[in-house]
Protein backbone atom coordinates (compact mmCIF):
# COMPACT_ATOMS: atom_id res chain seq x y z
CA UNK A 1 0.00 0.00 0.00
CA UNK A 2 1.22 3.47 -0.84
CA UNK A 3 1.67 5.76 2.57
CA UNK A 4 -0.46 8.47 2.83
CA UNK A 5 1.67 11.27 2.59
CA UNK A 6 5.39 11.46 0.56
CA UNK A 7 8.44 9.71 2.07
CA UNK A 8 10.21 12.92 2.65
CA UNK A 9 7.90 14.20 5.06
CA UNK A 10 8.12 10.81 6.83
CA UNK A 11 12.15 11.33 6.93
CA UNK A 12 11.63 15.10 7.91
CA UNK A 13 9.34 13.86 10.96
CA UNK A 14 12.12 11.34 12.05
CA UNK A 15 14.65 13.98 12.22
CA UNK A 16 12.69 15.85 14.24
CA UNK A 17 11.86 13.70 16.66
CA UNK A 18 16.01 12.97 17.06
CA UNK A 19 16.36 17.03 17.68
CA UNK A 20 13.54 17.43 19.84
CA UNK A 21 15.67 14.07 21.82
CA UNK A 22 18.74 16.49 21.97
CA UNK A 23 16.68 19.48 22.84
CA UNK A 24 14.90 17.51 25.95
CA UNK A 25 18.36 16.47 26.90
CA UNK A 26 19.92 19.65 27.40
CA UNK A 27 16.98 20.93 29.09
CA UNK A 28 16.49 17.48 31.71
CA UNK A 29 20.58 18.84 32.11
CA UNK A 30 19.78 22.46 32.33
CA UNK A 31 17.20 21.93 35.23
CA UNK A 32 19.27 19.36 36.81
CA UNK A 33 22.55 21.71 36.97
CA UNK A 34 19.35 24.37 38.28
CA UNK A 35 20.96 26.28 35.63
CA UNK A 36 17.80 27.86 34.10
CA UNK A 37 18.51 31.05 35.19
CA UNK A 38 21.84 31.24 34.08
CA UNK A 39 21.22 34.09 31.82
CA UNK A 40 18.43 36.32 33.03
CA UNK A 41 18.40 37.91 29.88
CA UNK A 42 15.77 36.68 26.96
CA UNK A 43 15.44 36.25 24.20
CA UNK A 44 18.39 36.30 22.70
CA UNK A 45 20.26 35.05 18.99
CA UNK A 46 20.35 31.33 17.96
CA UNK A 47 23.89 32.37 16.97
CA UNK A 48 24.68 33.27 20.81
CA UNK A 49 27.14 31.01 21.38
CA UNK A 50 29.12 30.86 17.85
CA UNK A 51 29.59 34.50 18.49
CA UNK A 52 30.42 34.93 22.34
CA UNK A 53 31.20 31.69 23.10
CA UNK A 54 34.95 31.72 23.27
CA UNK A 55 34.67 34.20 26.56
CA UNK A 56 32.90 31.40 28.39
CA UNK A 57 34.85 28.06 30.38
CA UNK A 58 33.08 25.29 30.82
CA UNK A 59 34.13 24.71 33.83
CA UNK A 60 33.53 27.90 35.43
CA UNK A 61 30.09 29.11 32.84
CA UNK A 62 28.54 25.36 32.52
CA UNK A 63 25.38 26.43 33.54
CA UNK A 64 25.37 29.33 30.92
CA UNK A 65 26.52 27.08 28.17
CA UNK A 66 23.98 24.28 28.48
CA UNK A 67 21.53 27.22 28.91
CA UNK A 68 22.21 28.75 25.55
CA UNK A 69 22.93 25.19 23.88
CA UNK A 70 19.38 24.52 25.13
CA UNK A 71 18.11 27.78 23.79
CA UNK A 72 20.08 27.28 20.14
CA UNK A 73 18.20 23.57 20.08
CA UNK A 74 14.96 25.22 20.52
CA UNK A 75 15.66 27.19 17.32
CA UNK A 76 16.72 24.04 14.99
CA UNK A 77 13.57 22.54 16.93
CA UNK A 78 11.37 25.16 15.98
CA UNK A 79 12.46 25.52 12.37
CA UNK A 80 12.18 21.87 11.95
CA UNK A 81 8.61 22.05 13.09
CA UNK A 82 8.13 25.33 10.31
CA UNK A 83 9.28 23.76 7.92
CA UNK A 84 7.54 20.48 8.55
CA UNK A 85 4.00 22.38 8.44
CA UNK A 86 4.50 24.07 5.39
CA UNK A 87 5.81 20.61 3.61
CA UNK A 88 3.31 18.82 4.99
CA UNK A 89 0.13 21.03 3.91
CA UNK A 90 1.66 21.99 0.85
CA UNK A 91 1.65 17.92 -0.03
CA UNK A 92 -2.42 18.55 0.31
CA UNK A 93 -4.08 17.22 -3.17
CA UNK A 94 -7.02 19.86 -2.79
CA UNK A 95 -5.91 23.09 -3.54
CA UNK A 96 -8.66 25.20 -1.58
CA UNK A 97 -8.20 23.69 1.63
CA UNK A 98 -3.84 23.89 0.97
CA UNK A 99 -4.18 27.37 0.39
CA UNK A 100 -6.04 27.52 3.56
CA UNK A 101 -3.21 25.73 5.55
CA UNK A 102 -0.36 27.40 3.79
CA UNK A 103 -1.52 31.23 4.13
CA UNK A 104 -2.66 31.04 8.13
CA UNK A 105 1.06 29.31 8.62
CA UNK A 106 2.72 31.40 6.68
CA UNK A 107 1.06 34.42 8.86
CA UNK A 108 1.70 32.88 11.89
CA UNK A 109 5.16 32.81 11.57
CA UNK A 110 5.45 36.29 10.28
CA UNK A 111 3.47 37.37 13.18
CA UNK A 112 6.02 34.98 15.78
CA UNK A 113 8.92 36.27 14.07
CA UNK A 114 7.69 40.38 14.65
CA UNK A 115 6.72 39.59 18.17
CA UNK A 116 10.39 37.67 18.86
CA UNK A 117 11.82 40.69 17.35
CA UNK A 118 9.58 42.93 19.70
CA UNK A 119 10.44 40.85 22.94
CA UNK A 120 14.00 41.32 21.81
CA UNK A 121 13.95 44.98 21.93
CA UNK A 122 12.26 44.79 24.83
CA UNK A 123 14.86 42.93 26.72
CA UNK A 124 17.67 45.08 25.70
CA UNK A 125 15.16 48.11 26.56
CA UNK A 126 15.33 46.29 30.25
CA UNK A 127 18.86 45.84 30.56
CA UNK A 128 19.64 49.23 29.64
CA UNK A 129 17.51 50.70 32.21
CA UNK A 130 18.71 48.04 34.64
CA UNK A 131 21.73 49.89 33.46
CA UNK A 132 20.78 53.19 34.38
CA UNK A 133 19.92 52.46 37.52
CA UNK A 134 22.59 50.93 38.72
CA UNK A 135 24.40 54.86 37.97
CA UNK A 136 21.83 56.61 39.40
CA UNK A 137 19.43 57.52 36.95
CA UNK A 138 15.69 57.08 37.85
CA UNK A 139 13.77 59.26 34.94
CA UNK A 140 14.38 56.02 32.62
CA UNK A 141 10.57 54.34 31.77
CA UNK A 142 9.74 50.55 32.19
CA UNK A 143 10.22 48.84 29.60
CA UNK A 144 7.35 46.98 27.96
CA UNK A 145 6.65 43.50 29.03
CA UNK A 146 4.55 41.91 26.07
CA UNK A 147 4.16 43.62 22.75
CA UNK A 148 0.28 43.64 22.86
CA UNK A 149 -0.08 44.05 19.19
CA UNK A 150 2.22 41.54 17.33
CA UNK A 151 1.01 38.73 20.29
CA UNK A 152 -2.04 39.18 19.93
CA UNK A 153 -2.02 38.42 16.00
CA UNK A 154 0.09 35.47 16.67
CA UNK A 155 -2.41 33.83 19.06
CA UNK A 156 -5.33 34.90 16.46
CA UNK A 157 -3.38 33.54 13.78
CA UNK A 158 -2.27 30.04 15.76
CA UNK A 159 -6.18 29.90 16.57
CA UNK A 160 -6.62 30.16 12.50
CA UNK A 161 -4.45 27.17 12.36
CA UNK A 162 -5.66 24.87 14.35
CA UNK A 163 -8.56 25.68 13.36
CA UNK A 164 -7.63 24.53 9.75
CA UNK A 165 -5.82 21.05 11.20
CA UNK A 166 -9.64 20.90 12.64
CA UNK A 167 -11.20 20.93 9.85
CA UNK A 168 -9.11 19.36 7.52
CA UNK A 169 -9.60 16.26 9.74
CA UNK A 170 -13.28 16.31 8.71
CA UNK A 171 -12.20 15.61 5.13
CA UNK A 172 -11.22 12.10 3.84
CA UNK A 173 -8.31 13.08 2.04
CA UNK A 174 -4.82 11.17 2.53
CA UNK A 175 -2.42 12.05 4.92
CA UNK A 176 -5.04 14.31 6.92
CA UNK A 177 -3.80 13.32 10.65
CA UNK A 178 -0.03 14.00 9.48
CA UNK A 179 -1.08 17.40 8.40
CA UNK A 180 -3.10 18.04 10.68
CA UNK A 181 -0.65 17.01 13.70
CA UNK A 182 2.50 19.03 12.06
CA UNK A 183 -0.25 21.96 11.97
CA UNK A 184 -0.65 21.45 15.72
CA UNK A 185 2.67 20.80 16.44
CA UNK A 186 3.90 23.92 15.17
CA UNK A 187 1.80 26.17 17.41
CA UNK A 188 3.08 23.56 20.47
CA UNK A 189 6.41 24.32 19.69
CA UNK A 190 6.01 28.17 19.72
CA UNK A 191 4.11 28.04 23.28
CA UNK A 192 6.79 25.78 24.37
CA UNK A 193 9.24 28.35 23.87
CA UNK A 194 7.32 30.89 24.84
CA UNK A 195 6.93 28.92 27.89
CA UNK A 196 10.86 28.43 28.17
CA UNK A 197 11.07 32.09 27.50
CA UNK A 198 8.66 33.84 30.18
CA UNK A 199 9.90 31.16 32.19
CA UNK A 200 13.22 33.35 32.66
CA UNK A 201 11.71 36.43 31.69
CA UNK A 202 9.14 36.65 34.55
CA UNK A 203 11.44 34.99 36.97
CA UNK A 204 11.07 37.52 39.12
CA UNK A 205 7.73 38.15 38.50
CA UNK A 206 5.98 35.01 39.01
CA UNK A 207 8.60 32.95 40.37
CA UNK A 208 9.80 29.38 39.06
CA UNK A 209 6.44 27.58 39.10
CA UNK A 210 6.49 28.60 35.17
CA UNK A 211 9.42 25.90 34.87
CA UNK A 212 6.91 23.05 35.87
CA UNK A 213 4.50 23.58 33.09
CA UNK A 214 7.48 24.19 30.41
CA UNK A 215 8.75 20.27 31.65
CA UNK A 216 5.43 18.78 31.56
CA UNK A 217 4.65 20.34 28.63
CA UNK A 218 7.72 19.15 26.71
CA UNK A 219 7.08 15.45 27.35
CA UNK A 220 3.79 15.63 25.62
CA UNK A 221 4.67 18.10 22.28
CA UNK A 222 7.32 15.36 22.50
CA UNK A 223 4.86 12.29 22.52
CA UNK A 224 2.92 13.73 19.91
CA UNK A 225 6.09 14.42 17.57
CA UNK A 226 6.62 10.77 18.22
CA UNK A 227 3.28 9.65 16.50
CA UNK A 228 3.74 11.83 12.98
CA UNK A 229 6.21 8.70 11.37
CA UNK A 230 3.72 6.24 12.25
CA UNK A 231 0.89 7.62 10.59
CA UNK A 232 3.20 8.95 8.12
CA UNK A 233 3.67 5.09 7.27
CA UNK A 234 2.03 2.64 4.92
CA UNK A 235 -0.70 1.36 6.71
CA UNK A 236 -0.30 -2.04 6.08
CA UNK A 237 -2.80 -4.65 6.60
CA UNK A 238 -0.65 -7.04 8.38
CA UNK A 239 0.77 -4.71 10.30
CA UNK A 240 -3.08 -3.88 11.79
CA UNK A 241 -5.03 -5.26 14.35
CA UNK A 242 -8.26 -7.36 14.10
CA UNK A 243 -11.19 -5.15 15.28
CA UNK A 244 -12.29 -7.41 18.05
CA UNK A 245 -8.64 -7.29 19.24
CA UNK A 246 -8.46 -3.85 18.70
CA UNK A 247 -11.48 -3.24 20.97
CA UNK A 248 -10.28 -5.33 23.65
CA UNK A 249 -6.82 -3.35 24.13
CA UNK A 250 -7.87 0.16 23.49
CA UNK A 251 -9.26 1.09 27.08
CA UNK A 252 -5.98 -0.37 28.68
CA UNK A 253 -3.73 1.82 26.41
CA UNK A 254 -5.75 5.07 27.28
CA UNK A 255 -5.98 3.87 30.77
CA UNK A 256 -1.63 3.38 30.84
CA UNK A 257 -1.16 6.64 28.96
CA UNK A 258 -3.26 8.89 31.31
CA UNK A 259 -1.54 7.40 34.04
CA UNK A 260 1.75 7.68 32.77
CA UNK A 261 1.27 11.40 32.09
CA UNK A 262 -0.22 11.90 35.81
CA UNK A 263 2.70 10.17 36.80
CA UNK A 264 4.90 12.36 34.61
CA UNK A 265 3.12 15.31 36.51
CA UNK A 266 3.77 14.12 40.31
CA UNK A 267 7.81 14.01 38.85
CA UNK A 268 7.89 17.48 37.51
CA UNK A 269 6.71 18.36 40.60
CA UNK A 270 9.24 16.71 42.57
CA UNK A 271 11.90 17.45 40.37
CA UNK A 272 11.26 21.03 40.96
CA UNK A 273 10.35 21.37 44.45
CA UNK A 274 10.40 19.22 48.01
CA UNK A 275 6.61 18.43 47.71
CA UNK A 276 6.00 15.58 50.31
CA UNK A 277 2.35 15.33 49.37
CA UNK A 278 4.16 14.82 44.98
CA UNK A 279 6.58 12.56 46.77
CA UNK A 280 4.04 9.83 48.01
CA UNK A 281 1.75 10.38 44.83
CA UNK A 282 4.82 9.75 42.92
CA UNK A 283 5.74 6.43 43.71
CA UNK A 284 1.94 5.22 44.48
CA UNK A 285 1.35 6.58 40.74
CA UNK A 286 4.08 4.38 39.78
CA UNK A 287 3.05 1.21 41.27
CA UNK A 288 -0.16 1.89 39.17
CA UNK A 289 1.53 2.37 35.93
CA UNK A 290 3.60 -0.73 36.08
CA UNK A 291 0.48 -2.92 36.35
CA UNK A 292 -1.55 -1.08 33.21
CA UNK A 293 1.80 -2.00 31.35
CA UNK A 294 1.97 -5.97 32.18
CA UNK A 295 -1.71 -6.18 32.11
CA UNK A 296 -1.59 -4.62 28.15
CA UNK A 297 1.44 -6.98 27.57
CA UNK A 298 -0.42 -9.86 29.19
CA UNK A 299 -3.45 -9.43 26.85
CA UNK A 300 -1.27 -8.04 23.95
CA UNK A 301 1.35 -10.96 23.77
CA UNK A 302 -1.42 -13.56 23.96
CA UNK A 303 -2.55 -13.87 20.66
CA UNK A 304 -0.53 -14.11 17.31
CA UNK A 305 -1.82 -10.73 15.74
CA UNK A 306 -1.17 -8.85 19.23
CA UNK A 307 2.66 -10.52 18.99
CA UNK A 308 2.96 -9.75 15.50
CA UNK A 309 1.82 -6.13 15.53
CA UNK A 310 2.27 -5.02 19.43
CA UNK A 311 5.21 -7.45 20.16
CA UNK A 312 8.24 -4.97 19.64
CA UNK A 313 6.85 -1.97 21.39
CA UNK A 314 5.60 -4.40 24.55
CA UNK A 315 8.52 -5.29 25.23
CA UNK A 316 10.22 -2.58 24.66
CA UNK A 317 7.98 -0.47 27.34
CA UNK A 318 8.27 -3.21 29.65
CA UNK A 319 12.27 -3.23 29.46
CA UNK A 320 12.09 0.82 30.05
CA UNK A 321 9.79 0.26 32.69
CA UNK A 322 12.63 -1.84 34.58
CA UNK A 323 15.09 0.97 33.78
CA UNK A 324 13.27 3.48 34.98
CA UNK A 325 12.37 1.90 38.73
CA UNK A 326 15.72 1.40 39.06
CA UNK A 327 16.77 5.65 37.73
CA UNK A 328 13.98 6.66 40.03
CA UNK A 329 15.46 4.64 43.39
CA UNK A 330 19.02 6.06 42.73
CA UNK A 331 17.79 9.55 41.85
CA UNK A 332 15.29 10.09 44.85
CA UNK A 333 17.57 8.44 47.14
CA UNK A 334 20.41 11.32 45.76
CA UNK A 335 18.50 14.02 46.29
CA UNK A 336 16.69 13.38 49.84
CA UNK A 337 19.09 10.91 51.52
CA UNK A 338 22.58 12.67 52.05
CA UNK A 339 25.63 11.66 54.11
CA UNK A 340 28.02 14.33 55.51
CA UNK A 341 28.17 17.71 55.17
CA UNK A 342 24.91 17.56 52.46
CA UNK A 343 22.99 15.89 55.03
CA UNK A 344 22.09 18.61 57.06
CA UNK A 345 21.54 20.79 53.62
CA UNK A 346 17.92 21.10 52.23
CA UNK A 347 17.27 18.86 49.28
CA UNK A 348 16.53 22.00 47.10
CA UNK A 349 19.64 23.40 47.85
CA UNK A 350 22.40 20.29 48.13
CA UNK A 351 25.26 20.69 46.07
CA UNK A 352 24.46 18.48 42.74
CA UNK A 353 27.25 16.39 41.43
CA UNK A 354 27.58 15.29 37.62
CA UNK A 355 26.36 11.79 39.06
CA UNK A 356 23.56 12.99 40.55
CA UNK A 357 22.93 15.11 37.52
CA UNK A 358 23.65 12.58 35.17
CA UNK A 359 20.56 9.78 36.70
CA UNK A 360 17.85 12.30 37.27
CA UNK A 361 19.00 13.69 33.46
CA UNK A 362 17.98 9.75 32.36
CA UNK A 363 15.28 9.52 34.87
CA UNK A 364 13.75 11.96 32.69
CA UNK A 365 14.44 11.00 29.45
CA UNK A 366 13.24 7.44 29.86
CA UNK A 367 10.08 8.62 31.93
CA UNK A 368 9.30 11.04 28.52
CA UNK A 369 9.99 7.67 26.39
CA UNK A 370 7.38 6.02 28.13
CA UNK A 371 4.77 8.44 27.74
CA UNK A 372 5.97 8.88 24.00
CA UNK A 373 5.72 4.86 23.72
CA UNK A 374 2.74 4.81 25.48
CA UNK A 375 0.98 7.42 23.38
CA UNK A 376 2.53 5.61 19.78
CA UNK A 377 1.42 1.80 20.96
CA UNK A 378 -2.43 3.84 21.69
CA UNK A 379 -2.14 5.24 18.24
CA UNK A 380 -0.82 1.93 16.87
CA UNK A 381 -3.89 -0.20 18.05
CA UNK A 382 -6.29 2.22 17.12
CA UNK A 383 -4.90 2.88 13.76
CA UNK A 384 -6.90 0.45 11.31
CA UNK A 385 -6.81 -0.28 7.53
CA UNK A 386 -9.68 -0.51 5.17
CA UNK A 387 -8.29 -4.32 4.77
CA UNK A 388 -8.65 -5.17 7.97
CA UNK A 389 -12.20 -6.21 9.10
CA UNK A 390 -13.06 -8.22 11.28
CA UNK A 391 -16.30 -10.68 10.33
CA UNK A 392 -17.64 -12.97 13.60
CA UNK A 393 -18.66 -15.28 11.42
CA UNK A 394 -15.60 -15.93 9.27
CA UNK A 395 -13.52 -16.04 12.34
CA UNK A 396 -16.02 -18.36 14.42
CA UNK A 397 -15.72 -20.64 10.58
CA UNK A 398 -11.77 -20.08 10.63
CA UNK A 399 -11.72 -21.37 14.32
CA UNK A 400 -13.90 -23.92 13.63
CA UNK A 401 -12.16 -25.17 10.55
CA UNK A 402 -8.26 -24.97 12.78
CA UNK A 403 -9.63 -27.16 15.31
CA UNK A 404 -10.97 -29.78 13.23
CA UNK A 405 -7.71 -30.09 11.21
CA UNK A 406 -6.06 -30.52 14.72
CA UNK A 407 -8.56 -33.02 15.52
CA UNK A 408 -7.69 -34.80 12.76
CA UNK A 409 -4.05 -35.10 13.08
CA UNK A 410 -4.37 -36.27 16.60
CA UNK A 411 -6.75 -38.85 15.89
CA UNK A 412 -4.71 -39.83 12.92
CA UNK A 413 -1.43 -39.96 15.15
CA UNK A 414 -3.36 -42.34 17.57
CA UNK A 415 -4.36 -44.52 15.29
CA UNK A 416 -1.30 -47.43 15.33
CA UNK A 417 -1.56 -47.54 19.07
CA UNK A 418 -5.64 -48.91 18.73
Avoid at 120 to 135: P, T
Avoid at 392 to 405: G, H, I, K, Y
Wanted: charged fraction near 15%; hydrophobic fraction near 50%.
Amino acid sequence: MTPPIAKSIRMLAILMVLATTVLLTLGALTSSFRAGMADPVWPTEPWFLAVNGHKYNLEEHRGFLLEHTHRAAGFTVGALASILALAAWFSGPRKLERGYGLIAIVLLLVCYGTFHREMHAASDARVARQIALGKGLTDVPPPEIFPETSGLLTAAFAFCVLASCGLHLLSDQPGKWVRALAGCLLVCVMIQGLLGGYRVYLDQLLGPELSQIHGTFAQVVFAAMCCVPLLAAAPLPERQLPEYERCRLKWLAFALTATVFLQLVWGVIVRHTADPLAQRLHILTAFAVVGLGVWLATRSLSTASGRRVLGFGIWHLLVMFAIQLILGVEAYLGKFAALGSQGNVAPMARRITEDAAAIRTLHVLIGTAILASSVVLAVRILRRASAVEWDENTERTDAVSEWTRVESLTLSASEPHR
